[in-house]
T-cell receptor
Framework: DAGVTQSPTHLIKTRGQQVTLRCSPK?????VSWYQQALGQGPQFIFQ???????QRGNFPDRFSGHQFPNYSSELNVNALLLGDSALYLC???????????FGDGTRLSIL | AQKITQTQPGMFVQEKEAVTLDCTYD???????LFWYKQPSSGEMIFLIY??????QNATEGRYSLNFQKARKSANLVISASQLGDSAMYFC???????????FGTGTSLTVIP
């Protein structure tokens, strides 16, 4: 039973570029949440998707957008990258209204 | 105000000893869930234990137990018989009501000494 899978594992971009991160939820899960974890900090909630709609959003600018596909997989898009976007991006999946969330290994994004 | 506070940036424990990692939370919602996750240096977040706000008994999962003191708004993680593989970052998290957002603390780095 595959857990939450994320791709790519590492990514290097330059300021101003755009990036897309991908997540496949654990089998049977229907919600996907995205978190940003800066070095030395706890994860910060970006947004959550359920039934292909953004259901809840944290305090992140519109440069951060996402999508959920009919197979429940999800993408996180970040436009106009800033140096401060360098972080570990974690995807978590679960059942709507249930807990806990299960996390992937993350994508480590570095902005030069 | 911070939703989750972890006041111990780093902790050391001797192998086979027990250790308590502190967590306090802040919410006015009567329904909430409290979670502990372990994050090794590889980055993955591993779910350890869950406590619901209406649960009467403290949660236990193997060597992990959660010391839930509702009136004090604390949810401390107790790891018994520490092992070298327990060395990692530990995060306390909370989910309020019907929301699906998890609020995380800043974490505690645990080092198990042989």
């Amino acid at each position: 039973d595959a857990g939450v899978t994320q791709s790519p594992t590492h990514l290097i971009k330059t300021r101003g570029q755009q990036v897309t991160l991908r997540c496949s939820p654990k089998s049977g899960h229907d919600t996907v949440s995205w978190y940003q974890q800066a070095l030395g900090q706890g994860p910060q909630f970006i947004f959550q998707y359920y039934e292909e709609e953004e259901r809840q959003r944290g305090n992140f600018p519109d440069r951060f957008s996402g999508h959920q596909f009919p197979n429940y997989s999800s993408e996180l898009n970040v436009n106009a990258l800033l140096l401060g976007d360098s972080a570990l991006y974690l995807c978590a999946s679960g059942w709507w209204g249930n807990q806990p969330q299960h996390f992937g290994d993350g994508t480590r994004l570095s902005i030069l | 105000a911070q939703k989750i506070t972890q006041t111990q940036p780093g902790m050391f424990v001797q192998e086979k000893e027990a250790v308590t990692l502190d967590c306090t939370y802040d919410t006015s919602d009567p329904s909430y869930g409290l979670f502990w996750y372990k994050q090794p240096s590889s980055g993955e977040m591993i779910f350890l234990i869950y406590q619901g706000s209406y649960d009467q008994q403290n949660a236990t999962e193997g060597r992990y137990s959660l010391n839930f003191q509702k009136a004090r708004k604390s949810a401390n993680l107790v790891i018994s018989a520490s092992q070298l593989g327990d060395s990692a970052m530990y995060f306390c998290a909370m989910r309020e009501g019907t929301g699906n957002q998890f609020y995380f603390g800043t974490g505690t780095s645990l080092t198990v000494i042989p």
